[in-house]
């Protein structure tokens, strides 16, 4: 049983009203039956959290590197499934899961069992060059995998390392696309001024385009992706970008019942923004395509409605630009659908979805149209991992077996009834309880507040998110269920407190 509040309450009705939801989530997932004796029941703290060990890791680090960025060393062989155990022994409820990445969480017996097969241990091994050199499995294995979850409509998909690279490569292809559209032919004919001038950087080889991007979004750190990314200016400074039409993402107000007039005035101004851009940078880089993130993340996980996706999908029919889903943080079931965009229920689907971190590998879908044919145009040496296939394939069986696609959005709707009692409990502190499944925020306000309450929250033995100005936010996986939702909303319930006393 969680512990009382300092004020006398317990969370006495989310628990009511979550035990059907426990119940049903546990019947439905081996993994709380298999691993019961090795998951905790709760996070146990023995030191300063980080410890003594992890800081003289980081001082270790330092000589050799910058370690300033570094939160925790961990002990991965000890964790297990939703909890995180650190170089100092601390136990951990993990709602971060290696920022945002890991889907059945730590240790998962099923992912053990896959990497003692010799297919996985093969391409361990062998480490295939994919784009040359893929192994013979590869066709049946995407088919397995990959093919099994795409995208409503979007046939075509390419691996890649991480979700800066997926990003990046998207844009190439939204490029080919745009110019293929314009020629007629996906190159132009031998000897066109096209081959000699791209090798000096210079139109029309290298044509003035640009893709559209939002104030507050994160696409990744490589240069194209980080001229598309807004949400820090330590992420940017020093390093030059590309100028590129900016923008603004909807500020929504909370509690959303309350706003819904402001709330969609501001949607209905930031799409007329959004299409005046469009329109203006025809005759500067004309926009091949915009990219857009379902729930804003880094940026201080913004949301934006239904209505305001699907308007601005048909501005770019309209427009005759390329629609680019950023589905890195919110792909892979964790919102309650596999897809975020699925929630939006637009007509037609985004002629591109990037992933990444929970799928386990990095990617793109795409569709028919923005496909190219030509060899070398999308291309690096390893185009991926061919053991993260092997683990997504084990993966999604699980997924599928123990209904944790519903599970996600259950314990969503439970973890953010928990929140919004935090609300009422603590007023003109705790603010704007949003999420889609358990993609979840709160906003903790007051100078510096946010950040105390993180921090007195991990001395608890609970990791949570931080983002934009006063955002919390968690990120859990698929394996959390109303009961941790419990310990987590509890434990934050206390930090507050702790911090309002002090």
């Given amino acids: 049983m969680l512990s009382k509040m300092s004020c006398g309450v317990k969370f006495g009705d989310v628990l009511r009203r979550g035990k059907a939801i426990s119940q ?36 270790e680090t330092s000589k050799i590197q910058s370690a300033q960025a570094v939160a925790l060393f961990c002990d991965f062989e000890k964790s297990q499934g939703n909890y995180l155990v650190d170089a100092d022994e601390n136990v951990l409820l993990d709602c971060f899961q290696q920022i945002s990445s890991l889907p059945l969480g730590y240790n998962h017996p099923d992912l053990l069992e896959t990497c003692n097969t010799a297919a996985a241990q093969s391409a361990m091994i062998n480490r295939p060059a994919m784009a040359m050199f893929p192994n013979r499995d590869f066709p049946a294995l995407i088919d397995k995998t990959l093919l099994k979850v795409a995208p409503r409509g979007l046939g075509q998909v390419i691996t890649m390392a991480c979700g800066s690279c997926s990003n990046e490569n998207a844009f190439k292809s939204v490029f080919f696309w745009y110019m293929k559209k314009k020629r007629g032919v996906e190159l132009p004919p031998l000897g066109d001024p096209a081959y000699e001038s791209c090798m000096r950087n210079q139109p029309p080889g290298a044509p003035k385009l640009s893709i559209l ?83 804003q993340a880094e940026g201080g996980d913004f949301h934006a409605s239904g209505d305001y996706f699907r308007k601005l999908k048909k501005m770019t029919e309209r427009q005759g630009i390329a629609f680019i889903c950023d589905e890195v943080q919110t792909g892979m079931a964790v919102t ?43 291309f ?54 949003r999420g889609l499944g358990t993609f979840s925020a709160i906003d903790i306000l007051g100078e510096g507040i946010r950040d105390k309450v993180h921090k007195q929250l991990l001395q608890k033995g609970v990791l949570a998110g931080v983002c934009g100005a006063a955002t919390m936010r968690f990120r859990p996986c698929l394996l959390f269920t109303p009961t941790h939702a419990d310990m987590l909303v509890d434990n934050l319930d206390q930090a507050i407190r702790d911090v309002k006393k002090s």
């Fill in 24 to 59: 049903s989530a546990t019947k439905h997932s081996r993994f709380q039956h298999a691993s019961a004796a090795v998951e905790p029941n709760a996070p146990s703290v023995k030191t300063e959290v980080p410890g003594p060990n992890t800081k003289n890791l980081i001082q």
């Fill in 213 to 295: 991007s939002f104030e507050g979004a994160f696409h990744g750190r490589t240069l194209g992706a980080l001229s598309t990314t807004h949400s820090k200016p330590i992420h940017k400074i020093d390093v030059p970008s590309f100028d590129w039409p900016i923008a603004p993402f909807p500020r929504l107000k909370y509690p959303l019942e309350e706003f819904e007039r402001e709330n969609a005035a501001e949607e209905a101004r930031c799409l007329e923004v959004a299409e005046d851009l469009v329109e203006q940078w025809k005759t500067k880089a004309p926009v091949a395509g915009l990219i857009i993130e379902p729930v």
């Fill in 336 to 378: 309650g659908r596999w897809w975020a965009h699925e929630h939006f229920e637009m007509e037609k689907s985004p002629d591109v979805v990037t992933f990444a971190k929970k799928m386990l590998t990095g990617g793109y879908y795409f569709s028919d149209e923005i496909r190219w044919d030509i060899g070398y145009r999308v």
């Fill in 380 to 433: 690096n040496t390893w185009m991926g991992d061919p053991v993260k296939l092997h683990l997504l394939e084990k993966t999604l069986k699980v997924v599928n077996r123990d209904n944790l696609v519903e599970q996600a959005g259950k314990t969503g709707k439970h973890l953010i009834g928990g929140l919004k009692q935090l609300e009422k409990l603590h007023p003109g502190v705790a603010n704007g309880s």
